[in-house]
């Protein structure tokens, strides 16, 4: 291979940086101490960034049709450090600082692990399974219901942030390390065709949502963490409506 395509590359590499950023952070925090905990905070907006960028390189190669096999290996190590390593550090950190060591070392493990079999599967599957949809939580969306969910309740009271990091982070980082090794499907943005012509209908409707942002731009903690949660709820609600629905199609034994 003696040429790639520079620009889906270079959102890559900087959702990597980011990714990377994040993890110095995290480390800055320990050597400095609490005077330096707002990095914490830093460290999630980082991560979010590289989930942006992450869904851009995608964009990027497909409109501009320099997808690559090179794109896509690199893409997934990327993945890997950003959304599977970095928010791994964050709540290592936090919660051995909250001397819970062994739950610390079980979830971050357990998360990265599936993270890293995701991606595994996604570069299996990827034009074959996974072109219109997700099989199992993507890792960007994993990683970003992770640090949207520490935000969030630091907004709130920074006590309630430790409480919750604390008792209720652990399980919800194992229910998203299942999620992203399951056979749950998750709609893939990929079929919104943003390059494509759209009915006039649809340029208000973006309007309208821009402006509600706009409006919510106080309690966007609040806003991406409800937004995460919202897509890994309806993820599993189409699957329960589609097992319900296979379910009714089978015959009942005959006697």
């Known amino acids: ?35 330096e905990t707002h990095r914490y905070e830093i460290s999630c907006w980082l991560i979010l960034g590289a989930a942006v960028l992450d869904m ?86 994993a990683a970003g219901a992770v640090v949207s969910s520490f935000l969030y309740f630091q907004t709130i009271d920074p006590e309630w942030n430790k409480e919750f990091v ?9 229910l998203l390390s299942y999620l992203m090794v399951s056979n749950v499907n998750y709609f893939s943005f990929k079929q919104l065709h943003l390059e494509r012509r759209k009915p006039f209908n649809v340029l208000p409707v973006v309007a309208l949502f821009l402006a509600g942002m706009f409006l919510l731009k106080n309690h966007i903690p609040d806003v991406v963490f409800f937004g995460f949660c919202g897509y890994i709820i309806w993820g599993l609600v189409a699957a329960l409506i589609s097992k319900m629905k296979k379910t009714e199609k089978v015959p009942p034994p005959s006697v």
């Open 56 to 141: 851009l390189d995608g964009w990027v190669a497909r409109m501009t049709h320099t997808e690559s096999s090179f794109g896509v290996q690199y893409d997934s190590l990327a993945d890997l450090v950003a959304f599977g390593v970095a928010p791994a550090v964050l709540i290592y950190t936090r919660l051995v600082e909250m001397e819970n060591l062994q739950a610390a070392e079980v979830i971050t493990t357990v998360y990265v692990i599936c993270g890293a079999l995701r991606l595994a599967r996604f570069n299996v599957q990827k034009y074959r399974i996974e072109k219109l949809s997700f099989t199992g939580l993507p890792i960007p969306a």
């Open 166 to 174: 604390l008792r209720v982070l652990p399980v919800f980082m194992m």
């Open 1 to 35: 291979m003696r040429k790639i395509y520079l620009l889906p590359n270079l959102f890559t590499t900087a959702s990597l940086f980011c990714g990377l950023l994040a993890i110095l952070n995290v480390f800055n925090v320990s050597f400095s101490g609490d005077l």
